[in-house]
């Protein structure tokens, strides 16, 4: 199975890349170009590194029509410390996995998995489960939780 996985330098992304290059899958590292990739340095040479910048729409497309993932993981979200809840850049972050989904479904792959954050979910009770209700309070909850529900909207009308 090819698999695109956006963030794979990430501390998410680089677990979620040794998982799916020890089920024997074909993964392409999406990250940017300017990425440090010490997480991922032990088992950079089973990946297929992509060093790109989701920013540019037209490089984007032509990279996903040449690889035509069957599953894209998308982790990648803007870089901030500090202030992330409140950022603007969750703005671009959520347009920038709306075009993402667009031009996923626009080369046929047929699983796109996003992850979002527990933020997203009414924490009033001090625990989490996966039927917890919704409450996203920050910008950044906000756009995460945004991003999915577009995106499963779009790829079922489509």
């Not at 699983?111 to 920050?138: H, M, N, Q, W």
């Amino acid at each position: 199975m090819k698999v695109l996985l956006t963030g794979a330098n990430g501390f998410v992304g680089s677990h979620v890349a040794r998982l799916l290059q020890n089920q024997g899958c074909t993964v392409y590292a999406l990250v940017r170009p300017t990425s440090d990739l010490w997480r991922i340095q032990d088992i950079i040479s089973t990946l297929e590194i992509v060093r790109s910048d989701l920013t540019h729409r037209e490089e984007t497309r032509a990279l996903l029509k040449s690889i035509q993932p069957d599953l894209c993981i998308h982790l990648a979200w803007f870089e901030a410390i500090g202030g992330y809840l409140s950022s603007p850049g969750n703005i671009d972050s959520l347009v920038i996995g709306l075009d993402l989904v667009r031009e996923l479904v626009a080369v046929g792959c047929r699983r796109i998995l996003i992850a979002g954050t527990c933020v997203e979910y009414d924490t009033s009770l001090g625990y989490l489960f996966e039927t917890s209700p919704t409450k996203a309070e920050s910008l950044y909850a906000i756009t995460k939780h945004a991003l999915h529900m577009v995106a499963n909207q779009f790829v079922r009308g489509t």
